[in-house]
């Protein structure tokens, strides 16, 4: 397959923020993964207690991006605060991306619209809640309705959303059934049932996470 065909994405771990560790970090993932470049490349969680400034990391990635070693880059994990401070030093148009956590149970609008308002797509990590989607009534009802299974109503949902979303799988008819999903279209009323699941359950929430926005 030609490298052009591959959108490739890695991230930066919080312990290797400082400039020099992060330049190293990305030439370490570009020898494993055999390529000169990815095509996203991100911070995988915000500095825990700003022990690395923002301003220091964001720009080292930013030059990273000038060195050609990544055609995009972009956050995960952040803030509305922290989505604020990112572009005020980068500038509006530089972040591709904020993945963060969605779910039904889970829906993050306000910083989802937050991140839209500035230009920044949202990924969404973890949409079948750790396979928690498969055992909630009301997705078994819509997915009963379009002879589908619960994940895939849970992914047509964020697709609908206007969100990007990475469902893992290793298994190939599950995958096969993930690409599916973004073939279906979900009524108003369905989306609006969909609305009510929010629950605030948070899954990944390490304890060097940030102040999360409610």
Same mark, same amino acid.
């Given at each position: ?7 490739? =994405? !890695?991230?930066?771990?919080?312990? @290797? ?16 993964? %055999? ?15 700003? *022990? ?9 990635? #930013?030059?990273?991006?000038?060195? %050609?070693?990544?055609?995009?880059? %972009?956050?995960?994990?952040? =803030?509305? &605060? ?8 980068? %500038? ?5 991306? @904020? ?23 949202? =990924? ?7 396979? #928690? ?36 799988? =290793?298994?190939?008819? @599950?995958?096969?059934? /993930? ?10 009323? *369905?989306? &609006?049932?969909?609305? !009510?699941?929010?629950? #605030?359950?948070?899954?990944? /929430? ?9």
């Amino acid at each position: 397959m030609p490298r052009s065909d591959i959108f490739l =994405t !890695t991230k930066v771990w919080f312990d @290797n923020l400082e400039p020099a560790a992060l330049k190293a970090s990305v030439d370490e993932s570009l020898q494993k993964l %055999g390529t000169d470049y990815v095509d996203l490349l991100l911070i995988h969680w915000p500095s825990p207690e700003d *022990e690395v400034p923002m301003v220091d990391y964001l720009t080292a990635l #930013k030059e990273v991006k000038a060195e %050609g070693k990544a055609r995009n880059i %972009g956050i995960s994990n952040f =803030t509305i &605060a922290q989505v604020d401070e990112a572009v005020s030093i980068l %500038g509006k148009g530089e972040i591709l991306t @904020n993945q963060v956590e969605v779910h039904p149970f889970l829906q993050n609008r306000k910083l989802v619209d937050h991140c839209e308002q500035h230009g920044i797509q949202i =990924t969404a990590f973890m949409p079948l809640a750790v396979g #928690k989607v498969m055992d909630d009534p009301t997705l078994k009802q819509i997915a009963d309705a379009h002879d589908v299974t619960p994940a895939q109503i849970a992914l047509a949902w964020v697709k609908q959303r206007n969100m990007i979303t990475i469902p893992s799988s =290793t298994k190939a008819r @599950n995958i096969q059934s /993930n690409i599916a999903a973004f073939d279906l279209a979900l009524s108003d009323s *369905e989306m &609006a049932e969909i609305a !009510t699941l929010d629950r #605030k359950e948070r899954i990944a /929430n390490p304890d060097f996470a940030p102040a999360w926005d409610e």
